[in-house]
């Protein structure tokens, strides 16, 4: 139990063009979902938290605008790089928890490469 | 500020060749310490939580401690399919219920045979 999946598992696009990344959990309802950013031999890096239903909470230096988060179901959270440029390739990473509250387990995906030409 | 570091940042053994990485962290109020492996072009994959100083788990060769102020990740007798990326991470107390974690850098551990 407690899978998470992630499409695509990578994602080639040209400068400028906007690419969204699915996570969903698959096997339980996800209240909160996490997107992380990873660069090479880097650690994960926390983009934002999401709720079902609500606005996510970015983290400091995370433009909004950019990177747009949508939790529109328990099942599914959608991240949309918007007007993407080189220095957006990273890995994504997202995670799901059945609640926000700190004795929730995240389950992460296996990760998006996104690479911006 | 809460943060996280580890130690080595990275690692090489022989087959056999027992050792430990360190997980370091500053936190406001410890909720619980997370020790997690991840493959290259992976996510992480959970191995153990840690909740309170002086706590240890094992896992076939890995086992995690915990004090107040840092974790270890002893591995026994490694083999090559324990090479990969070993991260750290911390669930600090912010004021409220939140299941937010905090990670480190890793340890790349490469074990040869």
């Known amino acids: 139990g407690a899978v998470v999946s992630q499409h695509p598992s990578r994602v080639i696009c040209k400068s400028g063009t906007s690419v969204k990344i699915e996570c969903r959990s698959l096997?339980?309802?996800?209240?909160?979902m996490f997107w992380y950013r990873q660069f090479p031999k880097k650690s994960l890096m926390l983009m934002a938290t999401?709720?079902?239903?609500?606005?996510?909470?970015?983290e400091q230096g995370v433009e909004k605008d950019k990177f747009l988060i949508n939790h529109a179901s328990l099942t599914l959270s959608t991240l949309t790089v918007t007007s993407a440029h080189p220095e957006d390739s990273s890995f994504y990473i997202c995670?799901?928890?059945?609640?926000?509250?700190?004795?929730?387990?995240?389950?992460f995906g296996p990760g998006t490469r996104l690479t911006v030409l | 500020e809460d943060q996280v570091t580890q130690s080595p940042e990275a690692l090489r053994l022989q087959e056999g060749e027992s050792s430990s990485l360190n997980c370091s962290y500053t936190?406001?109020?410890?909720?619980?310490l997370f020790w997690y492996r991840q493959d290259p072009g992976k996510g992480p994959e959970f191995l153990f939580t840690?909740?309170?100083a002086g706590e240890e788990k094992e896992k076939e060769r890995l086992k995690a401690t915990l004090t107040k102020k840092e974790s270890f990740l002893h591995i026994t007798a490694p083999k090559p399919e324990d090479s990969a990326t070993y991260l750290c991470?911390?669930?600090?107390?912010?004021?409220?219920?939140?299941?937010?974690?905090?990670f480190g850098t890793g340890t790349l551990l490469a074990v040869q045979p």
């Open positions: 995670s799901a928890s059945r609640g926000g509250g700190w004795e929730n387990e995240q389950f």
């Open positions: 096997d339980f309802q996800a209240t909160t």
């Open positions: 999401s709720n079902e239903g609500s606005k996510a909470t970015y």
């Open positions: 936190v406001s109020g410890l909720r619980g």
């Open positions: 840690l909740y309170s």
């Open positions: 991470a911390v669930q600090a107390r912010y004021g409220g219920a939140t299941n937010k974690l905090i």
